[in-house]
C-alpha cells in the first residue's frame, strides 16, 4: 500500500536529522517510527488487560519453575503428560 504522508516542517526536519544521524532513510525512518508506536499501544493494551497480565505471570512462574519446552518433541512429550 503506498500512502503519502504531510508532515509540519519542524517534524519533517527532525525526521531528516534523525534518519541521517541513523544512517537510514526517511522512509526507513518512519517505519520504525510506526512500528515503534504500534508496539507501545499493543504493550499499553495488554497491561489495562487483567486476564492478559495473568497469563504473563502464569507464563513466567512456569518458566522459572522449569516447566518450559524448547522443541516439538520436548513439546509433544510434556502434551502427551498432560492427556494422562
Request: proline share 4%.
Amino acid at each position: 500500500m503506498a500512502m503519502t504522508l504531510r508532515l509540519p516542517p519542524e517534524i519533517e526536519d527532525q525526521l531528516k536529522q534523525v534518519a541521517e544521524s541513523e544512517h537510514r532513510s526517511v522512509q526507513q525512518t518512519v517505519l520504525v517510527a510506526i512500528e515503534e508506536y504500534l508496539s507501545m499501544r499493543e504493550t499499553a493494551e495488554i497491561l489495562a488487560d487483567p486476564a492478559a497480565l495473568r497469563g504473563l505471570a502464569e507464563a513466567r512462574e512456569a518458566e522459572q519453575a522449569g516447566d518450559v519446552v524448547y522443541s516439538i518433541e520436548a513439546a509433544r512429550a510434556l502434551l502427551a503428560e498432560r492427556e494422562r
